[in-house]
């Protein structure tokens, strides 16, 4: 028993590292939806997802040549 729920750690800690899951730790995925020209940069050089997520940033790999970590849009809210 203890073998499989170590596999089944090692399974889940595998996928959570391996970017399957596009997360963006205490922001929406909707904050991360900036257009590439309008991407201010919020990392370094070499700058890892994990690294720029624990910055309070979004990290989107996937377009070329533009801030692949960046900062996040601000959501506001309505008060009436």
Do not use: H
Request: overall charge negative; proline content about 5%.
């Amino acid at each position: 028993m203890e073998a499989r729920a170590l596999w089944l750690l090692l399974l889940v800690l595998a996928l959570g590292s391996s970017g399957f899951a596009n997360e963006y730790v205490g922001l929406s995925e909707n904050q991360c939806k900036v257009p590439a020209k309008e991407r201010v940069d919020c990392g370094y050089p070499g700058v890892t997802q994990e690294q720029c997520n624990n910055r309070g940033c979004c990290f989107d790999s996937s377009i070329r040549q533009v801030p692949w970590c960046f900062k996040p849009l601000q959501e506001t809210e309505c008060t009436f």
